[in-house]
C-alpha cells in the first residue's frame, strides 16, 4: 500500500520540479476537457500553448499581458513572503488605474511630455494608499488583511464605476461608460513600431532585479524573511512587526497601482469598466507557481499569460466559452497544491474542528489537538457543508426566480455572504436578521436606480459602508471612550502610562491628589483588560 511520509525536510529538487509537474497535470486535464467538450485536443493545445509564441507580434501581446502580471505578482511575493495576506491586490491595481486617468485626463494639446511620469508616480500613490488602509486597520485594530483587502477590490470597483458612468463620462462618447480617450502626450512610450509593447516590460524587469536584492541582499528584506518565518523570533531579533507590516502592504499596493497606471495609459488609453481584468487575483496564482521568487514569478507570469492569450482564441476559433481562462488558471493552481504535497508533504494544512471541535479548534487549537478532535474530519465537514449551502442556494436561485441559466446568475451573492456572516457575528440567529438587511440593501439599490436615477453601484456602496461601520465599532468590544480632563491629558515623557496602563507616571499622578485617580485607574483597568 502507498502512503505519504512526512520528509524530515522538504524537498528542494520537488521544490523546482512541482511546477512542472503540475503544468504537465494541468495539460493531460485539459486535453480530456477538450475531449469532452468535442473539441480536437491538440488543436486546444495548440491555441493555449503555440499560437501566442508563433511570430512576433504574438510574442509581442504575450508580453503585454505579463508586465501587469509580473508587476502585480512581484509585490505580493513580497507580501506573502512577510506572512501578510493581501489579496486585494485587484482593488489597489484599480485605484492605481483611476488616479492615473485622472492625472492623464488634465492633459491637453499643449501638455508637454513630463505627465508621462506624473501618470506612473499617480498610480503608484494611488495603489499605496489604497493598501495603506488596509495596512492601518491591520495596525491599529487588528482587522485581519484578508478580508479587509478582498472587501476593498469591490469598494474600488464602485469608484470606477461612479466615475465612469458619472462626472468622467466622456460626453461625446455616445452615453458609453468610459472617459474620452486619452491625449497622445499620455501614451506610456513604446519600445518599438507595431507593438504595444511599452516601458512597462522594462519596469517589470527592473522589478525582478530590484525585489530580488531586497528580500536576499539587504537588512530590511532579510527582515522580512524572518517576520514571515518565524513572527515571534523576529520580534526577539528587534525587527518591528509594524514595519513589516507597512513595507509589505505598501509594496505591494504601489506595485499593482502602477500596473494599473500602466494598463490604462497604455494599451487602453481611456478609464473604462472593463478594466478590472482580474490581474490582482490571476496574479496571486503567478506568484505562487513561481514559488515567490522575482525569477520563477517572470516565467510564471509568461505562462499565465498564454493562458490569457490562450482563452480569447479558444473563444472566437474554437467557440469554447470565455471561461476557459479561468478554468485552465484554476487547473494550474489545484494542480500545483496537489504537488506541493507530494513535495513537501504537508499532510495537514489547514486545521478546523466539528461541532465542539470547531469551536474549541478556533478558539484554542493546541487545547484541540490535546482534547484528541480530528483536524482532518473537521477540515472536510466544514468546507462541504460551506459548499453543500452555497450549492443549495444556486440550485434554488436558478430553478425559482431565475428559471434558466445565464451569465447573470453570479448577482454577488457569494461575497455580500461573507458580510452577512460577520456582520450576524456567524450565529445563526444573528445571520437571519443581517441576511434581511442585506436584502434591503440589495433592494434598495434596485429601486434607487430606477426611481431616483442613482447608478447600480450605489447597492456595493452601502454593503461596504456596513462592513466597514462593524470593523469600526468592533473597536469598541476591546476598547471603551473615557473622557479625560484637561488638566490630566498631559503625559511625562517617560512613558504612556495614562492611555495603556504601563509602568511610568500612573503613580505620581494618583499621589497628587492624596488617592488614585480615577481616570488613571479606569486607564489601568482598560489596559489590563
Known amino acids: ?39 480536437d485536443p491538440v488543436r486546444g493545445l495548440q491555441v493555449f500553448f503555440w499560437e501566442p509564441i508563433k511570430s512576433s507580434y504574438a510574442l509581442s501581446e504575450l508580453m503585454v499581458k505579463a508586465t501587469p502580471l509580473l508587476i502585480i505578482a512581484l509585490g505580493l511575493a513580497v507580501c506573502f513572503r512577510s506572512n ?38 499617480a498610480g503608484v500613490l494611488g495603489g499605496m494608499v489604497w493598501a495603506g488602509i488596509t495596512a492601518l486597520l491591520r495596525d491599529r485594530f487588528n482587522a485581519n488583511e484578508i478580508l479587509v483587502s478582498l472587501m476593498l477590490v469591490y469598494v474600488a470597483v464602485q469608484v470606477l464605476n461612479f466615475l465612469v458612468y458619472g462626472p468622467w463620462k466622456d460626453p461625446l462618447g455616445y452615453n458609453f461608460p468610459q472617459t474620452k480617450t486619452f491625449e497622445a502626450v499620455t501614451q506610456i512610450p513604446r519600445l518599438m513600431q507595431g507593438s504595444r509593447v511599452n516601458i512597462g516590460l522594462l519596469l517589470a524587469l527592473a522589478g525582478v532585479g ?27 531579533a528587534g525587527f518591528s512587526s509594524r514595519k513589516a507590516l507597512w513595507i509589505a502592504l505598501l509594496t505591494s499596493g504601489g506595485m499593482a497601482g502602477l500596473a494599473g497606471a500602466l494598463e490604462v495609459a497604455g494599451p487602453i488609453g481611456q478609464l473604462t469598466p472593463y478594466v478590472p481584468a482580474g490581474y490582482g487575483f490571476a496574479a496571486i496564482i503567478v506568484a505562487f507557481v513561481g514559488r515567490l521568487h522575482p525569477v520563477g514569478i517572470v516565467f510564471s507570469a509568461i505562462l499565465m499569460s498564454m493562458f490569457y492569450i490562450g482563452g480569447e482564441l479558444a473563444q472566437s476559433r474554437l467557440g469554447l466559452p470565455k471561461s476557459i481562462t479561468g478554468v485552465f488558471q484554476g487547473l494550474l493552481l489545484f494542480a500545483l497544491l496537489a504537488c506541493d504535497g507530494v513535495g513537501a508533504v504537508w499532510v495537514f494544512l489547514f486545521r478546523t474542528y466539528a461541532g465542539y471541535g470547531q469551536l474549541v479548534g478556533g478558539l484554542a487549537p493546541a487545547a484541540a489537538r490535546y482534547a484528541g478532535f480530528s483536524s482532518r474530519k473537521a477540515l472536510w465537514i466544514a468546507l462541504l457543508t460551506s459548499g453543500g449551502m452555497a450549492g443549495l442556494a444556486g440550485a434554488l436561485e436558478v430553478a425559482g426566480p431565475i428559471g434558466q441559466l445565464t451569465p447573470y446568475v453570479p448577482a454577488g451573492y457569494g461575497f455580500a455572504a461573507i458580510i452577512v456572516a460577520f456582520v450576524g457575528r456567524l450565529h445563526p440567529v444573528g445571520i437571519v436578521f443581517s441576511a434581511i438587511l442585506m436584502s434591503m440593501f440589495y433592494i434598495g439599490g434596485e429601486l434607487a436606480q430606477s426611481r431616483l436615477g442613482l447608478p447600480k453601484s450605489i447597492t456595493g456602496v452601502f454593503q461596504g459602508l456596513l462592513l466597514f461601520a462593524l470593523l469600526a465599532c468592533d473597536t469598541l468590544i476591546a476598547y ?15 512613558g504612556r502610562s495614562l492611555q495603556t496602563g504601563q509602568a511610568g507616571s500612573a503613580a505620581p499622578l494618583g499621589s497628587v491628589a492624596g488617592a488614585q485617580s480615577p481616570v488613571v485607574s479606569g486607564s489601568v483597568q482598560a489596559g489590563q483588560e
Open 1 to 39: 500500500m502507498l502512503r505519504l511520509e512526512v520528509r524530515p525536510q522538504p524537498s528542494k529538487g520537488w521544490g523546482y520540479a512541482s511546477p512542472l509537474l503540475a503544468l504537465a497535470i494541468t495539460v493531460v486535464i485539459g486535453v480530456v476537457l477538450f475531449a469532452v467538450l468535442g473539441k
Open 210 to 236: 530590484a525585489v530580488w536584492v531586497f528580500l536576499f541582499r539587504t537588512y530590511a528584506g532579510y527582515g522580512q524573511l524572518v517576520g514571515g518565518l518565524a513572527p515571534a523570533a523576529a520580534r526577539y
Open 480 to 494: 471603551r471612550i473615557r473622557y479625560i480632563p484637561a488638566a490630566l491629558r498631559a503625559t511625562p515623557s517617560r
Open 84 to 121: 501578510v495576506w493581501n489579496i486585494g491586490a485587484e482593488g489597489q491595481y484599480l485605484i492605481g488605474a483611476i488616479f492615473a486617468a485622472g492625472v492623464a485626463l488634465t492633459a491637453d494639446k499643449t501638455t508637454g511630455p513630463w505627465i508621462v511620469p506624473a501618470i506612473i508616480a
